[in-house]
């Protein structure tokens, strides 16, 4: 089992930044791949960004250059830093891990971008 909990979002204006973070604990030499996903009211679940086990990382095209995914081992800890928001990026953002036998997913953390 992995558990994950997300915190850092919030409230910003837009033009600003936040940084997520996704702790896990349980069976974490599991997980292969971490994923940020986000989900805006009545929109299905996107994939914002990926790492893996290496550090290499994906981006949606909608958030190249401005989102930047890293990761602190030591610290069992993954990082989603959000430069230069707009109101589209507001959704509930998830952490996902990704294991040889299951995934897991975080309870969420609200971003919330004003205009």
């Known amino acids: 089992q992995v558990q994950l909990v997300e915190s850092g979002g919030g409230l910003v204006q837009a033009g600003g930044s936040l940084r997520l973070s996704c702790a896990a604990s349980?069976?974490?030499?599991?997980?292969?791949?971490m994923g940020w996903y986000r989900q805006a009211p009545g929109k299905q679940r996107e994939l914002v960004a990926t790492?893996?086990?290496?550090?290499?990382?994906n981006y949606a095209d909608s958030v190249k250059g401005r989102f930047t995914s890293s990761r602190d081992n030591a610290k069992n800890t993954v990082y989603l830093q959000m430069n230069s928001l707009k109101p589209e990026d507001t959704a509930i953002y998830y952490c996902?891990?990704?294991?040889?036998?299951?995934?897991?997913w975080g309870q969420g953390t609200q971003v919330t971008v004003s205009s």
């Open positions: 996902k891990a990704f294991t040889s036998f299951n995934d897991y």
């Open positions: 349980g069976s974490i030499a599991r997980i292969n791949v």
């Open positions: 790492i893996t086990r290496a550090g290499n990382t």
